[in-house]
T-cell receptor, first 113, second 114 residues
Framework: GAGVSQSPSNKVTEKGKDVELRCDPI?????LYWYRQSLGQGLEFLIY????????KSGLPSDRFSAERTGGSVSTLTIQRTQQEDSAVYLC???????????FGPGTRLTVL | AQSVSQHNHHVILSEAASLELGCNYS??????LFWYVQYPGQHLQLLLK??????LVKGIKGFEAEFIKSKFSFNLRKPSVQWSDTAEYFC????????????FGGGTRLMVKP
């Protein structure tokens, strides 16, 4: 079946601009996660959505980062006023439920000039 | 907060050599344990996982891992590597009662020489 999909695959932006990254989880998966993969910091958790519960935002690095999940499916990660240190690969994962195996999408490579 | 350590950052092996990649975590409660693999140009894929039961788990492509609770370890092994195993390997922990997120180790880059 279809896996997790993310768009765009690559995004180049100028410092100070806002960007939106999209994630389509596996159909039927109730949990959705965002992670960031960068050379200096490795793989870091950003935010987690489970069903209709309030999201766990404990990994967001600053208030410039936000995410929403509409209709319990598609999610958008928004980074406002991008900085060069935001350059990374942003990964989305989904799982059937809490504590289940997480399956990852191909990621969005963000480059902030 | 939990942490995950992978002892080897870079490993170079010849084909048919045996592989063992170390992974230790720090969390005293119940954990789910994973190894993910990222082949060049591809996204993270699940290699194997441990939730409960037999502490020796087998995954895809001949990989296996052993959960040793007393050592907080989940080492990955393969008796005979192939050139196609060249990839980056990540150990990850999902600690119950500490959030649903995965905490990843720093990764190990494996290069297998033909």
């Amino acid at each position: 079946g279809a896996g997790v999909s993310q768009s765009p695959s690559n995004k180049v932006t100028e410092k100070g601009k806002d960007v939106e990254l999209r994630c389509d989880p596996i159909s039927g998966h109730t949990a959705l996660y965002w992670y960031r993969q960068s050379l200096g910091q490795g793989l870091e958790f950003l935010i987690y959505f489970q069903g209709n519960s309030a999201p766990d935002k404990s990994g967001l690095p600053s208030d410039r980062f936000s995410a929403e999940r509409t209709g319990g499916s598609v999610s958008t990660l928004t980074i406002q006023r991008t900085q060069q240190e935001d350059s990374a690969v942003y990964l989305c994962a989904s799982s059937l439920g809490a504590w289940d195996t997480q399956y990852f999408g191909p990621g969005t490579r963000l480059t902030v000039l | 907060a939990q942490s995950v350590s992978q002892h080897n950052h870079h490993v170079i092996l010849s084909e048919a050599a045996s592989l063992e990649l170390g992974c230790n975590y720090s969390y005293g409660g119940t954990v789910n344990l994973f190894w993910y693999v990222q082949y060049p140009g591809q996204h993270l894929q699940l290699l194997l996982k441990y939730f409960s039961g037999d502490p020796l788990v087998k995954g895809i492509k001949g990989f296996e891992a052993e959960f040793i609770k007393s050592k907080f370890s989940f080492n990955l092994r393969k008796p005979s590597v192939q050139w196609s195993d060249t990839a980056e390997y990540f150990c990850a922990v999902n600690a119950r009662n500490a959030g649903n997120m995965l905490t990843f180790g720093g990764g190990t880059r494996l290069m297998v020489k033909p």
